[in-house]
């Protein structure tokens, strides 16, 4: 350890201080610290081979550029995802398009008029440059956006029922990933919750009884991730209508990830577009940005005029408010629903390739690593591919997978070797082989991924 020369020493090494002139002192001094902690643990360890005492200064310094490269290194990065699963809320949900990325630099990368009504030349509002495309495609009177779904939920509850109950069905009391569950969001909102009915079966009779002086609002809450299926009841969106009606009391669903236009054409049947509850008499609905709709993280409130005015006064909006950029890409992807052009959006566009599409390209790839070492073993399997983002969970997409096995590997450690892989690959293991999607593989990655099995063999 006493072989290990002093950061002041370094500092002045000629190699170093050429690092310093491109980084600065602050954060070479903090790679070099790291360094030598690093090379201390190895030498508990035993010695170092090929090192010496005192430790020989060229393997010092290329330690040290490594650690100030991977100091600058990027830690957000593209990655290939096999997986097959369209909207994986781990891998970013839905991937956008340079289109809509095209938009965004341009607004953002100079001044815009965001906030600034060019009509008039006085200031304007944000929501602007949504609402009029959001309330045209869902024959709402008014729409806001927020910074994701699990804020609108916060600010409608806190908005219509602060203080007061909130009616909602067992079945309906859910938990979506990443720690957003509905009795905690209420709790927070500042609301109360009022549990009606059971998990399986919920009448309008059961909402109807739990009304009283205190209730505030009438909940309904998309079962996003879940099917309950067998002995099951829930009223019509129409019935819960109805009766928050008579009782004057306002209903809002939270529609998860919500749709603009019916998705029965993918093959996806349970996801009703999100217009048809404004239109069956729901005060205000809220759903995702970034799931089904496939444009940016946002959350997506509209309805009637009085009720989304309220939402928009509450000080919470100017806290959960989206910036620019957010504006800039989820008016491109309304944009392409007004236009009818889906195949704008990439999540779309990946739902809707043929099998016959993935399989050739799925052949494709087969023949590009046929020059693969024959420990790697690759067949055309049939599987499914998933939407995901808590979107239709019981339906699935027919796929055709490429299934990979290793003679000495055994699956873990190819997942693992893929992971390892510039650009990351990521797949899905199951019955010991690895599975790869090209559903949700861009084209243009193909090559990659190839470049990524190939080297899985010479390993
Ligand atoms: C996904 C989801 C949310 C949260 O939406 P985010 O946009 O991820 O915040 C809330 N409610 C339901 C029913 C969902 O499916």
Avoid at 171 to 192: C, D, H, N, T
Wanted: aromatic share 4%; proline share 5%; with cysteine.
């Amino acid at each position: 350890m006493r072989g290990i020369p002093a950061v002041e020493d370094i500092l002045h090494w000629p190699a170093v201080q050429a690092l310093e002139a491109r980084v600065g002192r602050r954060f070479l001094t903090a790679r070099i610290r790291e360094t030598l902690a690093g090379l201390r643990e190895q030498l508990r360890n035993g010695p170092l081979p090929g090192a010496d005492v005192p430790v020989a200064q060229p393997l010092l310094e290329s330690r040290i550029h490594k650690a100030v490269e991977q100091g600058l290194a990027y830690s957000l990065l593209p990655v290939i995802n096999a997986t097959g699963v369209v909207l994986h809320t781990n891998l970013g949900r839905a991937p956008l398009s340079r289109e809509a990325l095209q938009h965004a630099a341009e607004v953002a990368c100079q001044y815009s008029n965001l906030e600034y009504d060019l009509a008039t030349g006085a200031r304007g509002q944000r929501d602007a440059h949504a609402s009029r495309l959001l309330q045209e495609l869902l024959g709402a009177e008014a729409a806001v956006v927020v910074n994701n779904n699990a804020a609108a939920v916060l600010i409608a509850l806190n908005t219509f029922a602060e203080g007061g109950e909130v009616i909602v069905s067992r079945g309906e009391l859910i938990e979506i990933g990443g720690s957003f569950r509905i009795p905690e969001i209420m709790q927070k909102s500042g609301a109360v919750l009022r549990e009606v009915g059971t998990t399986n079966r919920t009448r309008t009779s059961d909402y109807a009884n739990a009304i009283g002086e205190k209730t505030k609002l009438l909940l309904r809450v998309h079962p996003s991730n879940f099917r309950i299926v067998g002995f099951t009841q829930r009223p019509a969106v129409e019935e819960i209508v109805e009766l928050g009606r008579k009782a004057g009391i306002p209903v809002f669903e939270d529609l998860g990830s919500g749709c603009l236009v019916s998705m029965a054409a993918l093959g996806i049947q349970d996801e009703s577009p999100a217009g048809e509850s404004l239109a069956a008499g729901v005060d205000v609905i809220s759903f995702s940005g970034d799931k089904m709709l496939g444009g940016p993280q946002a959350g997506i409130l509209a309805g009637r005029k009085d009720p989304i005015n309220q939402i928009r006064r509450n000080p919470l909006f100017r806290a959960l408010r989206v910036d620019k950029l957010t504006y800039a890409v989820l008016e491109t992807t309304l944009q392409a629903y007004l236009a009818n052009q889906l195949d704008r959006i990439p999540s779309l566009r990946m739902m809707q390739i043929s099998l016959q599409d993935i399989e050739q390209r799925a052949v494709s790839l087969l023949k590009a690593c046929s020059s693969a070492q024959s420990e790697l073993h690759m067949e055309l399997v049939s599987g499914e591919s998933v939407i995901g983002g808590g979107a239709a969970p019981g339906q699935t997409l027919p796929t055709r997978l490429i299934a990979l096995r290793h003679t000495i590997y055994g699956a873990a450690k190819l997942e693992k070797l893929l992971l390892a892989n510039q650009p990351p690959v990521v797949a899905r293991i199951e019955a010991d082989a690895v599975l790869l999607d090209l559903r949700t593989v861009f084209p243009e990655q193909e090559k990659a991924l190839a470049e990524a099995i190939l080297s899985l063999a010479s390993n």
